[in-house]
């Protein structure tokens, strides 16, 4: 609940000097709003350098999802501008490919302002003219509201006819000199129309500054994002229908029938432009700034440089964060009309990837799924496969990997998700960042192309249409692929992205696949994480193999970091040598080069995350499982042949039996468990 706001300006100015309440531009606000809190900025490593993460941006059922440069970039931006730098002369521009997020990024910045401004102590203030019938020359215009929602204080600072008298009347009420030396660093004049209606109040009560409040009311400034107030958009138009009016405003002939004198700025209606409602310390969003045509862009330039809306030689001074976006292809464009050169130098430039982490993915493709009860066009619940988030999320991200000679696309979507790449270290991937980020053709950088956001809306969307997921009542991870093939060939126009996301396409075919292995090697041991277990079996086996109180009976004791207890583990060395043959590694220094790795990784891991377990590295997790099968049932072959040939009760048991743990442990639907079975007896991508 909002307290009751005294009419009074001296209330108000009292606040302020007491504290209650604040006066800062929309520079310190945002700065305040990020980075007001230390317990919500964190250290973290991406893609192997160090940078900050801002948890203001991760709250929330839908937050920001990576984007950490981008996000540093801003903050860095907005910092800089409360600091008075240049910055604050500047917009903040986003550019990149369609569907990566740069709008998402704005509307969820001004959804975190209106909700930070909202907060009674971060509320703020304007000022209106009242009784203005008492002067004369509004007709029935009574109330006259600050058009750019200009604070009280700045109306208090022009209060006097000079700086001096402005000075005592804020001394009187309160505020010290250090405070006044600090607020008239931000010291702004009054816009136009204010001024003009102030000067005539004070000549009506000559000068009295008790007679002059009597005519001011102090209001708490309006937040409403339908309205556009506080955070406002405006997206480019076409040619004919865009206008400067849209933007700064217009004459207003309604208010010329009540105004006596013409020569009064208050007959420019500001309020019918975007920008006025957004300039009592709010956020202007400028989407797809650059398909504007020329003169808007002209309009842009003057409000970016000067932060004022000018109309006929009036002024009125802006206090706004000005934020745009633009895709590649249209700043392409205007990078070629070289007469345009003056914006682009007030701007500051920041080139949005894609997200490049498909762990980091797969929130963002649970948004794409959408968090709410899916349903058949009949209205039975429609289940979703355990695996769909896994091939949704690894067929995007393995689109946004660019070709390199040190690093096939699966190691580079692994390291730029901090996991395990065989020999390849975090180094590397820097390494081959670094070198495609000095590209002077931006699409060619790390992450700036593949498949957005957009596209994987898409493909969930041909997946839910398609009959099988209508008739099944499940969308199973199995016909992603061809869904993904349908949005590759109808929405990418380029024949070589065409070419190079096909061919992803089928590397995560057989990511899908040694998926598919783990979860048929679980359903047939009966345990959601056996395979999980043998991996961590493997692992510990290798290490405790030399320990020094290893007895004769080969059994190691060890503390569990997950758990903290005690464990023995019996040393199974066939076990090893097999998992070793199946990874490829032949005589003995090979398998001590592969153990001293793991053993490397192990000890980094366990520092950071005692919960890791392993199941990144695709080709221990593999390898394993191959043993375990072959072990257990005489090799993959042989489940699949038992799997398929059910004419005798044995196997038939077997089948139920994996089809029941599917369906009542691994979270599985009769038809994807039944479907998932039926793939893992076939060859298709089994290479």
């Not at 043998?534 to 030399?546: E, K, P, T």
Request: with cysteine; charged share 25%.
């Amino acid at each position: 609940m909002l307290t009751k706001i005294s009419p009074a300006l001296s209330h108000h100015i009292q606040a302020v000097a007491k504290g209650e309440k604040r006066f800062e531009n929309v520079f310190q606000s945002v700065s305040r709003m990020i980075l007001g809190d230390n317990t919500k900025i964190k250290k973290i490593t991406v893609n192997g350098m160090n940078t900050y993460d801002f948890l203001v941006f991760r709250e929330g059922k839908k937050h920001l999802v990576g984007m950490y440069d981008e996000i540093n970039s801003f903050v860095s931006y907005v910092k800089d501008a409360a600091e008075g730098g240049s910055s604050a002369e500047m917009a903040f521009v986003l550019i990149g490919e369609p569907g990566n997020g740069k709008t998402y990024f704005v509307d969820f910045l001004n959804k975190l302002y209106r909700d930070f401004v909202a907060l009674e102590e971060n509320r703020r203030f304007s000022f209106k003219f009242k009784n203005l019938d008492k002067i004369g020359g509004y007709g029935k215009i009574h109330d006259i509201e600050s058009q750019t929602f200009e604070d009280p204080l700045v109306l208090a600072m022009n209060f006097g006819e000079n700086l001096s008298q402005s000075q005592k009347f804020l001394n009187d009420l309160g505020l010290k000199d250090e405070q006044l030396e600090k607020h008239y660093k931000a010291y702004r004049p009054l816009g136009a129309c204010s001024e003009f209606i102030f000067e005539e109040i004070r000549a009506f009560c000559d000068n009295d500054f008790a007679k002059m409040q009597e005519f001011i009311e102090v209001f708490p400034m309006p937040i409403s994002e339908s309205r556009g107030t506080l955070t406002g958009k405006y997206a480019a138009k076409d040619k004919i229908t865009s206008s400067a009016v849209d933007l700064l405003g217009e004459e207003a002939i309604t208010r010329l029938l009540h105004i006596a004198d013409t020569n009064n700025p208050y007959r420019f209606d500001l309020r019918r432009g975007a920008l006025a409602r957004v300039a009592g310390g709010g956020i202007h969003f400028a989407d797809e700034v650059f398909k504007n045509k020329k003169d808007l862009i002209q309009v842009y330039l003057g409000v970016i440089q000067n932060r004022t809306i000018e109309m006929e030689g009036f002024k009125w001074p802006l206090d706004t964060l000005i934020i745009a976006t633009s895709n590649n292809a249209e700043f392409g464009r205007f990078l070629e009309e070289k007469e345009q050169a003056p914006i682009i130098d007030r701007c500051r430039l920041c080139y949005m990837s894609h997200n490049t982490n498909y762990r980091l993915q797969e929130d963002l493709t649970r948004f794409a799924v959408g968090n709410q009860e899916k349903t058949t066009f009949a209205g039975e619940k429609l289940h979703i496969d355990p695996n769909l988030n896994y091939a949704l999320s690894v067929s995007v991200a393995l689109t946004r990997m660019p070709n390199s000679d040190k690093l096939t696309p699966v190691e580079m979507m692994k390291l730029a998700a901090g996991e395990v790449a065989g020999e390849k270290s975090i180094k590397t991937l820097t390494e081959v960042i670094n070198e495609l980020n000095t590209e002077p053709d931006i699409t060619k950088r790390f992450g700036q192309k593949g498949l957005g956001h957009r596209n994987l809306g898409r493909t969930v969307q041909i997946l839910l249409e398609r009959s099988e997921t209508q008739e099944g009542q499940c969308m199973y991870a199995g016909d992603v692929f061809k869904a993904f093939e349908s949005v590759i060939l109808d929405y990418v126009r380029d024949t070589q992205d065409q070419t190079k996301y096909l061919k992803d396409l089928k590397i995560s075919k057989a990511l899908h696949r040694k998926n598919v292995m783990t979860a048929i090697f679980n359903a047939y041991m009966d345990e959601p994480d056996a395979i999980q277990k043998d991996v961590l079996n493997y692992v510990n086996m290798i290490i405790g193999i030399d320990a020094k109180n290893l007895g004769a009976n080969k059994i190691w004791t060890y503390k569990d970091p997950q758990t903290g207890k005690i464990v023995p583990l019996k040393i199974d060395e066939t076990f090893i040598d097999s998992v070793e043959e199946r990874l490829g590694l032949k005589n003995r220094e090979q398998k001590q080069s592969y153990r001293t790795t793991i053993s490397k990784i192990y000890g980094q891991k366990m520092l950071q995350e005692p919960d890791y377990d392993f199941m990144d590295n695709n080709e221990l997790v593999k390898a394993v499982t191959d043993v375990r099968l072959k072990s257990d049932v005489a090799g993959a072959g042989s489940l699949v042949g038992a799997l398929s040939n059910r004419t005798n009760e044995e196997n038939q048991k077997l089948y139920n039996r994996m089809l029941n743990t599917m369906q009542n442990k691994l979270g599985y639907c009769k038809t994807c468990a039944l479907k998932t079975i039926e793939y893992f007896c076939t060859q298709d991508d089994n290479n």
